[in-house]
């Protein structure tokens, strides 16, 4: 849900800012999202594209916007015309009028004018910044207008030379967030926290998968807000599923649940995890997990601060979990052998964070060149190790495995069907860090507390 909560001079800064770095000569063409059919005549929840709203702050589909430094209108919008009968039926639109007054446009055209006001802004410029490649519809219409500039080359116009990728540029911006957009960020934070608190509130023995989905999905519409990624809610075995998102069975007395849900403010994400026992107390062996997992996180999380690289919170987390599991005596031999062979990935095959902004795994390069990105103060990123042991406990040895040699070791069945990942959105400060999550329980002691006060 796009609520408008970042002013219109935010996205007047952004675009100055790169017409500056795009340079004269060029201009950067960007769609909206299309609408997208879900069955018969009824389409998916309308979600614009990130990118085309980082620079509008335009909620409808079929518009373009155009960027043109060093002209007289530097920002041009095609737009849907207002239309009384379909707005009737089907919501209100800006029209070019409205583009115009509202939205910081230059000068807004309608879409139905775009294949003949189009091709003459391509004229005479050196570059075209647009994402290419990822919308075969908007290259097919882009080589188009591109024709029929060259058609003209005859009565002296000159074509565009280069296509860029725009998303260099624009990427780069999107990944340092603006104090706006923090402070949006740190309200779908404390909403998807408070979401999983009310989770852990109203779950017990026989409640369903969804019904926990249902506290959390209540929980982000009340506050205007709406889901960043279909919410994961898995008990017991389900729990071991890393992108499990049926959320269809039932809750029982003696498993971990675990729930990876964020919400959409406004455009902005929030990714939290929390795993907790159905029954609201830690058996042994789910403690001795969790604890470890947690201290992991914890250790991760002391890495986010200017300076660290991207990869330095994974490295920790790697190094904290196997030293933990070589304690409790399911991994066997040296750490630092366990470390080199990787011997944490049968237990914990995924990655420890990524970007998080507009798009859940937001944009944003991991590393320049060769080497890691550094941490800088603006950059968001998830913190998010885990450990899955499935039903049947058979876990693959990492080492032998990528020898081409398959050789299970089976652990006990009370170390079955436990899958704990906890996950938090971490923000690089000016010097270290602040976890925008925080109001999400993690503690043992927190959560039994905070169950103990179940309705
Ligand atoms: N919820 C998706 C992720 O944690 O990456
Ligand atoms: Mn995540
Ligand atoms: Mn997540």
Redesign the pocket.
Same mark, same amino acid.
């Given at each position: 849900m796009f609520a408008r909560a970042i002013p219109a001079a935010v996205f007047a800064r952004r675009r100055r800012a790169l017409l500056a770095r795009m340079g004269p000569g060029s201009i950067a063409l960007l769609p909206a999202a299309s609408e997208t059919p879900r069955n018969r005549d009824v389409h998916h929840p309308f979600r614009q594209d990130s990118d085309f709203y980082y620079l509008t702050g335009f909620p409808e589909p079929e518009a373009i916007a155009v960027l043109a430094p060093g002209g007289e209108h530097e920002f041009l919008l095609f737009c849907r015309e207002r239309d009384p009968h379909m707005e009737i039926w089907h919501g209100r639109r800006a029209g070019p009028k409205g583009a115009m007054e509202r939205y910081g446009v230059d000068n807004a055209h309608p879409i139905a004018e775009i294949d003949k006001l189009l091709p003459p802004l391509l004229e005479n410029r050196e570059r075209v910044f647009y994402a290419i490649g990822y919308n075969p519809e908007f290259d097919r219409r882009m080589m188009g207008w591109l024709n029929q500039v060259r058609g003209k080359t005859r009565t002296g116009v000159r074509a565009p030379a280069l296509f860029v990728a725009l998303e260099h540029l624009l990427h780069a911006m999107r990944l340092r967030k603006e104090p706006e957009e923090i402070a949006v960020m740190r309200e779908s934070a404390r909403i998807a926290a408070e979401a999983h608190q009310r989770a852990m509130r109203a779950c017990r023995p026989g409640r369903m998968e969804y019904e926990l989905e249902a506290e959390i999905l209540y929980t982000f519409i009340r506050h205007g807000a709406g889901w960043a990624?279909p919410s994961i809610v898995g008990g017991g075995d389900n729990s071991c599923i890393l992108h499990y998102t049926e959320n269809n069975a039932p809750l029982r007395d003696g498993d971990i649940v675990l729930i990876?849900a964020?919400a959409e403010l406004d455009g902005y994400a929030s990714?939290i $995890?929390r795993s907790f026992p159905v029954n609201g107390r830690f058996s042994g062996e789910q403690r001795a997990i969790y604890e470890l997992v947690l201290a992991a996180q914890k250790a991760a999380i002391d890495q986010v601060r200017p300076g660290r690289h991207f990869n330095e919170p994974h490295d920790a987390a790697v190094r904290t979990l196997t030293e933990g599991l070589a304690a409790l005596g399911l991994l066997q031999g040296d750490v630092e052998e366990l470390i080199k062979a990787e011997q944490h990935k049968p237990f914990y095959m995924h990655r420890t964070g990524?970007w998080l902004g507009m798009d859940?795994?937001d944009v944003g390069d991991y590393k320049t060149g060769e080497d890691w990105r550094i941490f800088e103060p603006g950059m968001v990123t $998830?913190i998010?190790p885990g450990l899955y042991i499935p039903a049947g406990g058979k876990i693959l040895d990492a080492h032998w495995a990528r020898l081409g040699v398959h050789l299970e070791t089976e652990l006990d069945e009370r170390w079955q069907r436990i899958g704990i990942r906890i996950?938090d959105d971490v923000l690089v400060t000016d010097d270290g860090h602040e976890i925008l999550t925080a109001a999400a329980p993690k503690e043992v002691d927190e959560i039994e507390a905070l169950m103990r006060e179940r309705r």
């Open positions: 990624y990876d964020g990714d $995890t990524h859940v795994h $998830t998010e996950e």
